[in-house]
């Protein structure tokens, strides 16, 4: 499976079995494994594509720093949405036991997103750096950890 022009960032695995990868030349690339064949070549962003995830119900979501822009692919009717705007989170994004998402900004928070009503639900502060890894431990624990070298614990 050779088929980008840059640097792959992600890969995931889609519950039918096919590969998602995802490259520095802002695509994103649903491969059917067993034939070692793309099935969708999906120009994401005009900008590198800096989270990255799969749905359970297959859709793809995939936000680019550069844009502030989360784009979910809807792969079973084949087009991009834009679902979310003014989004500055970076590394990680995460998808919360109940539908919500969890995203790492730039000003140290985490921010927990309402992917229906699209709006801020719940802001998270207490790091000084970067937040770089985040965990939803269980339904009402979320732990975080950062550049600062600490963990927080919270939802």
């Known amino acids: ?74 792969t079973n009717e084949g087009f991009m949405d834009e679902i979310l705007t003014d989004t500055r989170w970076g590394k990680p994004l995460i998808k919360l036991s109940d539908g919500d998402l969890a995203g790492a900004y730039p000003d140290f928070s985490i921010k927990i997103w309402n992917l229906q009503s699209s709006k801020i639900k719940k802001e998270l502060f207490g790091h000084t750096s970067h937040v770089q890894a985040l965990l939803q431990f269980d339904t009402d624990t979320l732990i975080s950890g950062s550049s600062d070298r600490s963990e927080k614990f919270g939802i």
């Open 1 to 74: 499976m050779h088929d980008h022009v840059n640097t792959i960032l992600f890969l995931s695995k889609m519950k039918n079995g096919d590969l998602v990868s995802v490259s520095r030349d802002n695509r994103i690339k649903i491969w059917n494994y067993e034939l070692s064949s793309v099935k969708t070549n999906i120009k994401a962003h005009d900008n590198e594509i800096t989270s990255f995830l799969v749905l359970e119900n297959g859709d793809i979501l995939s936000h680019s720093n550069k844009e502030y822009k989360l784009k979910q692919w809807k």
